[in-house]
C-alpha cells in the first residue's frame, strides 16, 4: 500500500503525539539541570590535580607503553640478524636496512639500518614479527626533530643497551608467553649465524627439486624436544 504524501506527518512537536515526554514543572524551568552542573564544577575545584610541571616533571610510562622503536644492543652489538621482516611489516614503510655477512665467526648482521621517524606511527608491528626480539618499542615519547633529515634514526641512534630495556622484554616475554604457551623459548644468547647455517644440510649446489625433498626429509625428521601445550 503506497503512502500518502500529502498528508502531514506526526512530529515531537505535535501535543497530539502519542511518544510525546511531557516534561514536570521543574523540568521546564531547567533550573536543577544547571545547578547539577554548577555543583559538579564546585566540586572539580577541590579535586586533586594531576597535571605534571613539564618538563621539570616528566611521566614514566609503563613497560606496554609503545614508544620510539629502538634495537637492542646485547655484548656491544646489535641482536639484528637483517632478516627483513620488519620492514615488510611496516605499515608506512618507515624501515630500511642493508644487511652484510662476516666471515669469522659468520653473522649476519645490519650494515645499514634507518627508521624515518616521520613516518612512524607506533604500531609494534616491527617488535611483533621480529624473530630475535632485535627491535622493540622503548619507553622514549620525547622526541624533538630541527629538520626532516635530522628524523631519520640511522643505526648509532637506534642502539640501545639490553640492560636499559629489561622492563620491556620482560614485558613481551610474559604476553608472548600468554599467547603462544609454552611454545615460546627465546634464547637470551646473541645470535651467532647466518641465514645458512640454520641448516647444517644446506647446499648451494642443490638444484629446486632437491631443495624440496631435502625441505620433506627435515619436515620428517623426529624433534629434538617434545613440546607440551
Not at 628524523?151 to 610474559?174: C, F, G, N, S
Not at 611454545?183 to 644440510?201: A, G, K, L, P, T
Amino acid at each position: 500500500m503506497q503512502k500518502n504524501l500529502e498528508t502531514p506527518a506526526a512530529h515531537s512537536i505535535n501535543k497530539d503525539y502519542s511518544r510525546e515526554r511531557k516534561f514536570s514543572f521543574m523540568e521546564n524551568l531547567y533550573l536543577p539541570e544547571i545547578f547539577k552542573g554548577l555543583l559538579y564544577t564546585f566540586k572539580q575545584m577541590f579535586a586533586p590535580t594531576f597535571t605534571m610541571n613539564y618538563p621539570e616533571e616528566k611521566w614514566v610510562p609503563p613497560a606496554i607503553f609503545r614508544g620510539r622503536p629502538v634495537l637492542v644492543e646485547d655484548e656491544g652489538q646489535a641482536r639484528c640478524v637483517s632478516c627483513g621482516l620488519c620492514a615488510r611489516a611496516c605499515p608506512p614503510l618507515a624501515i630500511s636496512m642493508q644487511a652484510s655477512e662476516n666471515e669469522d665467526p659468520k653473522e649476519r648482521y645490519p650494515e645499514k639500518f634507518e627508521i624515518n621517524m616521520l613516518r612512524c606511527i607506533y604500531c609494534g608491528f616491527c617488535e611483533e614479527v621480529c624473530p630475535e626480539e632485535a627491535i622493540v618499542m622503548s619507553q622514549d615519547y620525547d622526541i624533538v626533530f630541527e629538520s626532516r633529515e635530522d628524523a631519520v634514526y640511522d643505526k648509532q641512534r637506534l642502539l640501545v643497551p639490553k640492560e636499559d630495556l629489561t622492563d620491556r622484554l620482560t614485558y613481551l616475554r610474559k604476553y608472548r608467553n600468554n599467547q603462544f604457551g609454552q611454545f615460546w623459548d627465546f634464547q637470551e644468547e646473541n645470535n651467532i649465524h647466518s641465514v645458512r647455517d640454520r641448516d647444517s644440510d644446506w647446499n648451494t649446489g642443490l638444484s629446486l627439486v632437491d631443495l624440496l625433498e631435502q625441505q620433506k626429509k627435515n619436515d620428517a625428521s623426529k624433534a629434538s624436544n617434545n613440546w607440551s601445550v
